[in-house]
């Protein structure tokens, strides 16, 4: 009788490209992006996200991409520094000042910028703070479905 090794499933699945997505507080933008990506592509990334001064999750964020079924409310806001020495595929900065003091990445890291309004810096009531929240999140929503590394 013949004996066949037997392969691990993983022998023949491509290896996802590594993406972390920075903005400032990590509380929306890069959050929602996270959020967006892995849902919509997450069979192509492994996706991160961070902020050069961290904060929180803004609930504002979370309602948001709740109304599209995406649950981000796991998520946590996290320092750029705990991704340090990491090596990623791209770098993706969602705000200028992020863009401005990203760290370098070792390895051949794309570093790509698209800056985005910050919805948390929004003064208003909870409905009009929620409606800006929508908007990035649909404006992020629509680059990341024409970012180039996914066609």
């Known amino acids: 009788m013949l004996s066949l090794p037997i392969l691990k499933e993983t022998a023949f699945m491509p290896v996802k490209k590594r993406i972390l ?3 400032t507080g990590n509380s929306a933008r890069s959050q929602m992006a996270e959020g967006l990506l892995r849902h919509d592509a997450g069979d192509c990334f492994e ?32 320092s ?27 390895g051949e890291t794309v570093a790509i910028h698209r800056n985005f309004e910050d919805p948390a810096a929004l003064e208003g009531s909870e409905e009009q703070r929620l409606t800006v929240f929508r908007r990035v999140r649909d404006e992020i929503r629509e680059y990341l479905r024409s970012f180039p590394p996914l066609r």
Request: net charge negative; proline share 6%; hydrophobic share 35%.
């Open 47 to 78: 996706v991160f996200s961070a902020g050069t001064r961290p904060s929180s999750v803004r609930p504002e964020a979370i309602a948001a991409m709740g109304e599209l079924g995406i649950d981000i409310s796991g998520q946590r806001s996290k």
């Open 80 to 106: 750029v520094d705990e991704f340090s020495g990491q090596k990623f595929d791209y770098v993706l900065t969602v705000c200028d000042n992020a863009k401005e003091s990203c760290p370098l990445f070792p």
């Open 21 to 23: 997505i920075l903005c």
